[in-house]
């Protein structure tokens, strides 16, 4: 019979409370993350829901032949890749502008007050915020009102493929954009006090001072979350979206997470909806990857 | 000169402030037009005439809503999703990451651990193959199948960091008292990190109360739908017989007003919360992302 060296029965009594602690969480995680993962076969599959991962017919790349000779799927991530992008270029720049201009604010209550104003929306999901924007986006609601009064032509944002990427642009700052600033906001507060009173000293007025300490002070910062925001370059913002378009827009607003909710669960077209989030995730694991490996040697960042 | 520079400032003062103030304005805008909409009646709302402040101000918005049943039920749905899904993805997360903060010398194996649940934040199976596990479990039009879902990897590895600080001193002296893993965790490691618990906690309560995804496709009675996926048919799909109410009823409301009413009724917990949510929330964005 295999014994247990003496060293291990040991180790296993004293510590065997520790594998125990990570079990639940670990199956947790095989059967809800590991699993699916696995289910991804689905997309090299003719998915029938009877048969499930196992059974299902093989189809090798038909449902990727498919995906890639419709006219739909370039289309939706070509979509995806521009509204993404847009949001993570102007959320950044505003969310560094706004901490610019925070950080010239001494008057604490005041500072205090608007941050929790510009911090609200991030709090809410899509659901209430969509229907906030619809409700001030309709006819003679208050944009309409708005435009009224200075005289221009009432414009349907939702509804219009002129429209609608600007519009979620706009509304995803007025969401992400304060709360963005965070982080920023706190690399101001550690840069030393001393960098300023010496500029005041030497002169230097507010926009030196801003130019000259507190940007060079959050480069750092400001290039540790542009590389880690490459990773997110496949992400539209399935929410957001999905809660402000309709098929009026498809053609500019739809993205490859509404794509493949669509294709999957409306349409029971299983394997093809499959293939495209494949897609997404492989190429989304790449980017992940790549942004870490760049986070790590430009700016020191380890996840753990 | 002197003089000249102070003048810059001063004026870049006045821009500043008043350039956040119309900000902070612009941004509490769209809610503060809602809100008086929610207050306002049919023939004001419908004419244009509500801005800031509600016009022929009336109850009966909000009295409309609360007594339509299905609000109650979606409420229910929601507190209990919340609190279950809560209580559960804590405790799971507390004893996850007390092991994994152990180096791997002391608990053989750590790093695979630790690679398994990183790695679960970097690939994803995706919504359909996900969608067809909850389904082949059984899981579908029952609540656990939004709440074991639950446990988050980028909350484990945060608890986990977070664990990694505590004193090894401490540990050490309980150990020599006989203490076991267990009691060590609930007596030295879970006191000591309160302030990222309740981070933690606050972050899993606000994403559990606004999920609505997940009810709109694992739910397939609309009965059992969460307040948000209820929310949604009726603010967003507009469909009003989701209020399950009498049609003349509506029919002398305005449904914008009453959606309006509908939105900031789904939305008073987050604004009680507020305060804790907005101070915690801070914290939290700091422990998880200002490293390196």
Redo the contacts between chains.
């Keep these: 019979m295999y014994r247990l060296k003496p060293k291990t029965v040991a180790?296993l009594r004293r510590?065997w409370?520790?594998?125990l602690?990570?079990l639940?969480?670990?199956v947790?995680?095989i059967?809800?993350?590991?699993?699916?993962?696995?289910?991804?076969v689905?997309a090299f599959q003719k998915?029938n829901?009877g048969l499930?991962?196992f059974k299902s017919p093989w189809v090798g790349m038909g449902n990727f032949e498919r995906l890639l000779n419709s006219p739909t799927f370039p289309r939706v991530v070509g979509n995806t890749l521009i509204i993404a992008t847009a949001k993570l270029v102007t959320g950044q720049i505003t969310a560094i502008f706004?901490a610019l201009?925070?950080n010239?604010?001494r008057?604490v209550w005041?500072k205090r007050?608007?941050q929790?104003?510009?911090?609200?929306?991030?709090?809410?999901?899509w659901?209430?915020l969509?229907?906030?924007?619809?409700?001030?986006l309709?006819p003679?609601?208050?944009i309409?009102?708005l435009q009224q009064a200075i005289g221009i032509e009432p414009i349907v944002f939702l509804g219009s493929n002129t429209w609608f990427r600007p519009t979620v642009i706009i509304t995803n700052l007025?969401k992400e954009a304060?709360w963005g600033m965070?982080?920023y906001l706190?690399?101001l507060t550690a840069l030393d006090p001393v960098l300023y009173e010496a500029a005041a000293i030497d002169?230097a007025?507010?926009?030196q001072r801003i130019w000259y300490i507190s940007i060079p002070g959050i480069l750092p910062?400001i290039i540790l979350v542009a590389a880690l925001s490459l990773g997110d370059i496949l992400q539209g913002g399935?929410?957001q979206i999905?809660?402000l378009y309709n098929p009026t827009v498809y053609q500019t607003g739809d993205i490859i997470?509404t794509f493949?909710?669509r294709m999957?669960?409306v349409q029971a077209q299983?394997g093809l909806?499959?293939a495209a989030?494949?897609f997404?995730?492989v190429i989304?694991?790449l980017l992940?990857?790549v942004s870490y490996k760049i986070a790590e040697k430009y700016?020191?960042?380890?996840?753990? | 000169m002197i003089r000249e520079k102070d003048r810059r400032n001063a004026l870049f003062d006045v821009f500043n402030y008043a350039f956040i103030g119309v900000l902070g304005f612009v941004a509490l805008a769209p809610m503060l037009n809602l809100f008086a909409i929610s207050f306002s009646d049919n023939s004001a709302v419908m004419g244009g005439y509500v801005t800031f402040w509600p016009v022929n101000f009336t109850l009966e918005n909000y009295a409309v809503i609360f007594k339509s049943p299905a609000i109650y039920r979606a409420f229910s749905v929601t507190v209990q999703r919340t609190v279950l899904g809560v209580v559960i993805s804590q405790f799971l997360t507390i004893i996850t990451a007390y092991p994994l903060a152990k180096s791997a010398r002391e608990f053989k194996g750590r790093n695979i651990f630790v690679w398994l649940f990183v790695f679960t934040m970097l690939f994803e199976g995706g919504l359909i193959p996900f969608f067809m596990v909850i389904r082949s479990l059984g899981l579908l039009n029952t609540i656990w199948a939004l709440i074991v879902p639950g446990v988050s990897a980028w909350s484990v590895i945060l608890l986990m960091n977070f664990f990694k600080e505590v004193p090894q001193e401490l540990e050490e002296a309980a150990v020599l008292d006989g203490a076991n893993h267990w009691q060590i965790l609930w007596k030295i490691y879970v006191p000591l990190s309160i302030p990222a618990l309740a981070t933690l906690t606050l972050f899993a309560a606000v994403w559990h109360w606004n999920a609505w995804f997940d009810g709109m496709i694992f739910m397939t009675d609309p009965n059992n739908y969460p307040l948000q996926t209820y929310l949604r048919t009726v603010v967003i799909d507009l469909n009003s017989s989701a209020l399950q109410m009498d049609v003349r009823q509506i029919d002398a409301l305005s449904q914008r007003a009453l959606r309006g009413a509908m939105i900031f009724v789904t939305t008073i917990p987050i604004m009680i919360l507020y305060p804790f949510l907005q101070r915690y929330f801070v914290t939290g964005i700091k422990l998880g992302a200002v490293k390196g």
């Design positions: 180790y510590n409370m520790l594998y602690m990570l639940p969480t670990l947790l995680f059967i809800f993350s590991y699993y699916p993962m696995y289910g991804l689905m998915f829901p499930g991962f706004l201009l925070f010239e604010i008057v005041y007050l608007i929790n104003f510009l911090y609200m929306p991030h709090f809410l999901s659901v209430v969509g229907g906030i924007l619809m409700e001030i309709a003679m609601g208050l309409g009102k007025w304060g965070i982080i706190a690399a002169g007025d507010r926009f910062t399935f929410d999905f809660n997470d493949v909710y999957g669960l299983y909806a499959a989030g494949l997404k995730s989304g694991f992940i990857i700016a020191g960042y380890k996840i753990f």
